[in-house]
């Protein structure tokens, strides 16, 4: 499939699946004997791509860990107590960076109070 029909079957706009493809998450195939356009044909295995990169960014991954995911994952390299580790970990970081919002939160309410107090 092009990569139109790509973006159409994904979800993903084609600026971004670009943007994917030159960061290295997957790779479209180029038709060695057609020389006059840089069309790119993109399989089935593709979609499964990127409906897996879109779950790992809602869930908090950023595209180098990703694609180091992608890499072990499509290569067999990962155990399934190593798949479940790194969600741990995933869990872990995003339990942190709750702490730290609910901290600044925390900040910003005694300032409204401030404000409303006339101390600031």
């Known amino acids: 499939m092009l990569i139109n029909e790509l973006s159409k079957r994904t979800g993903v706009s084609i600026p971004t699946l670009r943007y994917y493809e ?9 038709d060695e004997k057609v020389k006059t356009n840089n069309y790119k044909d993109y399989d089935e295995s593709i979609v499964e791509k990127m409906e ?29 107590d190593k798949k479940v580790e790194i969600v741990h970990d995933k869990i872990k970081e995003i339990d942190g960076k709750i702490r730290q919002l609910k901290a600044v939160k925390k900040i910003l309410l005694v300032c409204i109070d401030d404000i409303e107090q006339g101390d600031c």
């Open 22 to 30: 030159n960061y290295g998450l997957f790779q479209g195939l180029k």
């Open 52 to 80: 897996m990169i879109k779950g790992a960014k809602e869930a908090g991954f950023t595209l180098s860990e990703i694609k180091k995911l992608l890499d072990s994952w499509y290569n067999k390299r990962l155990s399934v």
